[in-house]
């Protein structure tokens, strides 16, 4: 495997990682700013206020993008083991014909 194709599959790998977190970050976010509203004009500070709801929202997020998250790490693995397999044996300089010490 080449330099370029590692880091190929490395920024693959931080891309689908980001893509699959995305929805767990940005509804949390949401949720938490929403809740931290409520608390902030309500002025009660119960920590349980927070967990609870986001807990739920990840859930529900779950539930319905599982599918979809499971689809894009499946591809992106067997995409990875695939392209990893197709990488071109090492070629040895006596098999070009060319000893290694003979000029």
Do not use: C, N, Y
Request: charged share 10%.
């Amino acid at each position: 495997m080449t330099e370029d194709a590692l880091l190929d599959l490395w920024r693959s790998a931080l891309t689908v990682a980001a893509q699959v977190s995305a929805p767990f970050l940005v509804i949390g976010l949401t949720v938490g700013l929403a809740i931290a509203i409520i608390q902030t004009a309500t002025q009660l500070q119960e920590s349980a206020l927070t967990f609870v709801p986001k807990l739920a929202v990840a859930l529900v997020v779950l539930a319905l993008a599982g599918h979809w998250m499971l689809d894009k790490l499946g591809t992106f693995a067997k995409q990875s083991i695939s392209s990893t397999s197709v990488a071109p044996p090492h070629v040895a300089p006596s098999d070009l014909g060319v000893h290694p010490g003979a000029q």
